[in-house]
């Protein structure tokens, strides 16, 4: 299988640390994530030019991968990328990260699945209903990390999958 150029969406802040241990497994193409000192440049140009910074880099990705945190549904840059995604028929899935550990070790509690609120077909279907949501079935840390390490290319194969016959 090839290596895929995928779109990380997460909640900065709270989740990065969670975020960077996804990143570094390495079987997608490594895209670099904003360095703090970048995002908070791009963030104090305004709304056009986040749209602009994510809009350059969702070009030429697959896949757009929403690693889901505390609060991460309902963000208006990831409903953003999101739409986004879907709409240049990019595949998208999402991956609860709550129980892996931050920085300082803590979990978080489980947030919402971000494609709950989003609708197709004028409204007649649920996003969450086509695009796949994974909630690793284990609380320990190095558990949902091997669980993710060992299924993220299979998800993304299949997320992308789905939007192609979609």
Not at 69 to 93: F, H, L, M, P, Q
Request: charged fraction near 30%; proline fraction near 4%; glycine fraction near 4%.
């Amino acid at each position: 299988m090839p290596k895929r150029q995928v779109f990380y969406s997460f909640h900065y802040v709270p989740d990065n640390w969670r975020v960077s241990q996804i990143r570094n497994i390495g079987q997608i193409e490594d895209n670099k994530p904003a360095s703090d000192n970048k995002w908070e440049e791009v963030k104090k140009k305004g709304n056009k030019e986040i749209q602009k910074w994510i809009d350059d880099n969702l070009k030429y990705r697959s896949c757009t991968v929403i690693l889901v945190g505390e609060n991460t549904a309902k963000r208006k840059w990831i409903d953003y990328e999101i739409k986004k995604s879907w709409d240049d028929g990019k595949g998208i899935v999402a991956i609860h990260i709550h129980n892996l550990k931050n920085s300082d070790g803590n979990q978080a509690n489980k947030g919402s699945n971000p494609f709950e609120h989003f609708t197709l077909n004028e409204g007649k279907e649920k996003l969450s209903s086509v695009a796949k949501c994974y909630n690793p079935p284990y609380s320990t840390s190095t558990n949902v990390y091997n669980y993710i390490k060992e299924n993220l290319e299979d998800w993304i194969e299949e997320a992308i999958k789905i939007r192609n016959e979609y």
